[in-house]
């Protein structure tokens, strides 16, 4: 983890002291259980006494637990009824399950939606069966986006400053390893724009291959992405480029037409469940919205 930008550090309206306090709560990742003052210091790259004063506030404030028999901390409910109000009011993961769910039995991939953050993707709706085993991923889990079909999906949907913001932090993150990875997202950009879908095939992880797809939406909100992998024994790159990838690409667009309240194209491969999923996809819309 960083310190605030200097920018950011500067501005009158940016609070220094929130920030950091924010920073603890990231510190703590989703296979951690407790962890001391000297380990959030060497996460957060901030000073140790400055750590203990922000443990000590956050647990008065109920967002973080001291366990003294081992002097460390765990996130308290407090902490974590955070990431689940995000996720019970983040529309699109619940308006897309039946349609991961349904490509998952499909295809037997895991298929999953995520969102940016920083320089990685984060789970927020997965969808696996016991032919996923080999993707031991799940809600929370984070992705780099320079190695992964998803990451690089959701990059080629950014524009402008925010895109070329993004590619700034990664080449400052992976250093010399930059220019290899930058050919990898290249490829990418042009399998965007001719197939509309991205590939990993063991570029992150040498056992899993997965094809990935981004969802624009008009709220402001996003972009999201999706991905659809399995071990690489059982989606290759041919798998990959001629059923996986069409069939994800098909099913965010079903996906934005039930978000849009409209019936969603006929995909190549047209299943007879699809007249009714797209059907009621007005009525799923407006519920995502909050109208009832």
């Known amino acids: 983890m960083k310190r605030p930008p200097k920018k950011a550090a500067t501005d009158r309206s940016f609070v220094v002291a929130l920030s950091r306090g924010l920073e603890v709560l990231r510190a703590f990742g989703p296979n951690d259980g407790l962890l001391g003052n000297q380990e959030i210091a060497a996460r957060t790259k901030l000073p ?3 750590i203990s004063r922000l443990t000590y506030t956050l647990t008065k404030l109920g967002y973080l637990t001291q366990v ?5 901390y765990q996130l308290a409910p407090a902490a974590m009824s955070l990431g689940y109000a995000a996720l019970a009011n983040l529309g699109v993961r619940h308006l897309s399950q039946p349609f991961r769910d349904e490509l998952m039995q499909q295809t037997g991939g895991a298929v999953a939606v995520g969102a940016r953050d920083r320089i ?9 069966s016991s ?3 080999g993707v031991q991923l799940d809600v929370g889990s ?3 986006i320079a190695t992964t ?10 524009q402008g400053d925010e895109r070329a913001s993004l590619l700034r932090d990664m080449r400052e993150h992976y250093g010399s390893r ?6 990898g997202i290249e490829r990418s950009e042009e399998m965007v724009a001719k197939h509309g ?13 997965a094809a990935g797809v981004a969802l624009t939406l008009n709220d402001g909100t996003g972009p999201y992405a999706f991905n659809c992998g399995a071990p690489a024994f059982r989606f290759t790159e041919d798998r990959l480029l001629n059923d996986i990838g069409p069939r994800l690409v098909a099913m965010v667009r079903k996906i934005e037409a039930a978000l849009g309240g409209t019936a969603a194209p006929q995909s190549r491969r047209p299943d007879k469940s699809d007249n009714k999923k797209t059907k009621s996809g007005g009525k799923v819309a407006r519920v995502v919205e909050g109208i009832r």
């Open 120 to 128: 990685s993707m984060i789970y927020v709706g997965q969808a696996r």
């Open 149 to 158: 079909a998803m990451g690089r999906a959701y990059l080629c949907a950014l």
């Open 142 to 144: 984070r992705i780099p």
């Open 48 to 50: 140790k006494p400055t």
């Open 131 to 133: 032919l996923t085993v």
């Open 197 to 209: 879908f991205a590939i990993s095939v063991g570029e992150w992880q040498d056992d899993v291959h």
């Open 68 to 72: 003294p028999r081992f002097e460390k």
């Open 178 to 183: 930059w220019p290899r990875i930058k050919e």
